[in-house]
T-cell receptor, first 116, second 111 residues
Framework: ETGVTQSPTHLIKTRGQQVTLRCSSQSGHNTVSWYQQALGQGPQFIFQ???????GRGNFPPRFSGLQFPNYSSELNVNALELDDSALYLC???????????????FGPGTRLTVT | ELKVEQNPLFLSMQEGKNYTIYCNYSTTSDRLYWYRQDPGKSLESLFV?????AVKQEGRLMASLDTKARLSTLHITAAVHDLSATYFC???????????FGAGTRLFVKA
């Protein structure tokens, strides 16, 4: 069974640029959530994708957007990068049955984004 | 709005001592998690608590859940240096969507 993977591991971007982060969900999982963790803080929920649609969003501006693909992998896109976007970005996958509650989520290793 | 509060935020303790980390949450939830995070690393799942009165133990760590009080505790028994890390509690919103994390407890165990 393959766990959650993320790429790249580290990334350095300049303010104003755009970035795309990638996540491959664990085998059998159909839901992906993205979190931002600034240094010294707890992870903050960005959004969740299920069946290729956004299924819930935290308090993040529209320049944070995402995609989920038919194989359940996902991308997080951030436009017009700001210095405060520097953080560890975590992806988590889980299984959402047709009826009932989403199962426990499993986290990937994260992507460290530095904006200069 | 679901909020999660942990205390203490920082804990320095001697090896061999016992201590408890507290996690309060503001609204009804389906699930509560405890995670460990080492510096620069991702989250390691420690416990998932689903029902009132649930108690789980792994090594020197024991977690419990009181859904009526909306309180979970993580108890550390006879701490060792290897337990030094940041511990987060997190709570799922209704239906399992939008997991909300506490600010974390930075634990340092002195040898």
């Amino acid at each position: 069974e393959t766990g959650v993977t993320q790429s790249p591991t580290h990334l350095i971007k300049t303010r104003g640029q755009q970035v795309t982060l990638r996540c491959s969900s664990q085998s059998g999982h159909n839901t992906v959530s993205w979190y931002q963790q600034a240094l010294g803080q707890g992870p903050q929920f960005i959004f969740q994708y299920y069946r290729e649609e956004e299924n819930g969003r935290g308090n993040f501006p529209p320049r944070f957007s995402g995609l989920q693909f038919p194989n359940y992998s996902s991308e997080l896109n951030v436009n017009a990068l700001e210095l405060d976007d520097s953080a560890l970005y975590l992806c988590a996958s889980s299984f959402f049955p047709e009826t009932g509650v989403i199962d426990e989520q499993y986290f990937g290793p994260g992507t460290r984004l530095t904006v200069t | 709005e679901l909020k999660v509060e942990q205390n203490p935020l920082f804990l320095s303790m001697q090896e061999g001592k016992n201590y408890t980390i507290y996690c309060n949450y503001s609204t009804t939830s389906d699930r509560l998690y405890w995670y460990r995070q080492d510096p620069g690393k991702s989250l390691e799942s420690l416990f998932v608590l689903l029902s009132n009165g649930a108690v789980k133990q792994e090594g020197r760590l024991m977690a419990s859940l009181d859904t009526k009080a909306r309180l979970s505790t993580l108890h550390i028994t006879a701490a060792v240096h290897d337990l030094s890390a940041t511990y987060f509690c997190a709570v799922d919103g209704t239906g399992g969507f939008k997991t909300i994390f506490g600010a974390g407890t930075r634990l340092f165990v002195k040898a």
